[in-house]
């Protein structure tokens, strides 16, 4: 039974560019969520995909964008990229009808410079 | 929406003795807690969870106690060992409307030989 899984684990960008992070879910979830952990901080929510939808979404600008796939795999998209987006991204995978039940990725580590 | 406060950010304990971490929270509404543990580098990994239907649940050497008119719950590890070191964190949501989960900021905790 496969976990979930993120892509790539580490990744080095400079101010100004995009990125995209890719999320596979555990098998037989259909549900993902984003959450931003800068260093020393609690997981923050920065969107949910259900359907090839966003559900829901926090606190995060425009520049954060998503997609999902019909095989419920996900992307994250940070466009304009900021010092302060430096963080590690995690991806929360889970089953609609019991969403509050999730379960993380490794993460994506994201250093801006 | 929703707050969670955690305390205490760092905690010491001997190898064998208690250790107790507590959290509140601001939303009446909110009705499901989880909690996660992350070690260093690792992903945040769901140990044990409680809904407000219930006021104690235990799983092994790990019990969660909820006081929903005090709105606070809280993580109590007995028999501590060594692989209990990590960092803790609480989380809370409310199932009816939402799907974000919002954390705490985290519990050190230490278990010394």
């Known amino acids: 039974d496969a976990g979930v899984t993120q892509s790539p684990t580490h990744l080095i960008k400079t101010r100004g560019q995009q990125v995209t992070l890719r999320c596979s879910p555990k098998s037989g979830h259909d549900t993902v969520s984003w959450y931003q952990q800068a260093l020393g901080q609690g997981p923050q929510f920065i969107f949910q995909?259900?359907?090839?939808?966003?559900?829901q979404r926090g606190n995060f600008p425009d520049r954060f964008s998503g997609h999902q796939f019909p095989n419920y795999s996900s992307e994250l998209n940070v466009n304009a990229l900021l010092l302060g987006d430096s963080a590690l991204y995690l991806c929360?995978?889970?089953?609609?009808?019991?969403?509050?039940?999730?379960?993380f990725g490794p993460g994506t580590r994201l250093l801006v410079l | 929406g929703e707050n969670v406060e955690q305390h205490p950010s760092t905690l010491s304990v001997q190898e064998g003795d208690s250790a107790v971490i507590k959290c509140t929270y601001s939303d009446s509404a909110s009705n499901y807690f989880p909690w996660y543990k992350q070690e260093l580098g690792k992903r945040p990994q769901l140990i044990i969870d409680?809904?407000?239907?219930?006021g104690e649940k235990k799983d092994q050497r790990i019990a969660v106690t909820l006081n929903k008119t005090a709105k606070h719950f809280s993580l109590h590890i007995t028999e501590t060992q060594p692989e209990d070191s990590a960092v803790y964190f609480c989380a809370a949501l409310n199932t009816g409307t939402a799907s974000k989960l919002t954390f705490g900021t985290g519990t050190r905790l230490q278990v010394t030989l």
């Open positions: 929360a995978s889970s089953l609609f009808r019991y969403q509050e039940t999730q379960y």
């Open positions: 995909y259900y359907e090839e939808e966003e559900r």
């Open positions: 409680i809904r407000s239907n219930v």
